[in-house]
């Protein structure tokens, strides 16, 4: 008996062993895709910049701008977004090589489930962050330059600058996650479609209360942000309803 024990401590240990370098390896090629992109991209980390703050510096007050209160942010503030932006463009790679390493071990029907869901969180991560720059970034920031008081000159550091867009970005990418939220908690049988409808008005006041926290202390932010959550809670009402029913199957499917 001792024998075959130790075949079958043998093999656990193999098999160990390649998922680890399977691991390696993909990781490997996301950190070589991320560095790739930014190589690419330092060349145009001060354009990068430009584009980024065009939403504040088109509101700012005639003659003031941004500033640099470190003798290294002209330098390194661009060349931190540029990292940031090799991440979001290298994100689609990033996805792809975590879901080769996992799916092996997924069942039909759950591989049939999380497809459509990762491509669905990536989308709407994008477009949280562009409905972040195009609509809410230009109306908060042309609050707070109304709101400024009189003999105060509004002159933001770049970093400061960078930092904030960059929290918004990912508030505003997280808080349009809502529909695969809801269609995950209602795959793993947490809620079903009748809880999620009559929880209605709670996730419209929950949106709300989110909203007032994570945007600028301005109403139409706050709007702006919670009426897109409200909508998108209600697409995850119509996603559950299209996709769980679906997944409906037995336990013992075979793995692919």
């Not at 939220?181 to 209602?186: E, S």
Request: charge should be neutral; aromatic fraction near 10%.
């Amino acid at each position: 008996m001792a024998e075959p024990e130790s075949n079958l401590g043998d093999d656990l240990q193999q098999g160990l062993f390649s998922h680890l370098l399977e691991l390696r390896s993909r990781l490997m090629k996301c950190v070589a895709t991320v560095l790739i992109v930014l190589v690419a991209l330092v060349p145009f980390a001060n354009r990068l910049y430009s584009e980024l703050a065009a939403p504040l510096v088109a509101r700012l007050p005639h003659g003031a701008h941004l500033i640099a209160t470190q003798v290294t942010s002209p330098f390194l503030t661009p060349l931190k977004l540029a990292f940031y932006a090799a991440l979001f463009i290298g994100m689609p790679v990033i996805l792809y090589q975590l879901w080769a390493f996992v799916s092996p071990g997924l069942y039909k029907h759950e591989k049939r489930l999380a497809r459509p869901l990762l491509v669905a969180a990536l989308a709407l991560f994008y477009l949280g962050c562009a409905f972040a720059y195009f609509l809410v970034l230009p109306a908060a920031f042309r609050f707070l330059t109304a709101v400024t008081p009189q003999g105060v000159e509004m002159m933001t550091d770049i970093t400061h600058y960078l930092d904030f867009v960059m929290l918004m970005f990912f508030a505003f990418g997280l808080c349009f996650e809502v529909p695969v939220a809801v269609v995950i908690l209602a795959a793993v049988g947490v809620v079903d479609l009748p809880k999620l409808r009559n929880a209605r008005r709670y996730a419209i006041v929950g949106a709300f209360a989110i909203s007032a926290l994570i945007t600028p202390p301005d109403i139409t932010s706050m709007i702006m942000l919670a009426i897109p959550m409200c909508l998108l809670y209600e697409l995850g009402l119509l996603a559950v309803r299209w996709l769980v029913p679906a997944r409906v199957v037995g336990a013992s499917d075979e793995m692919e």
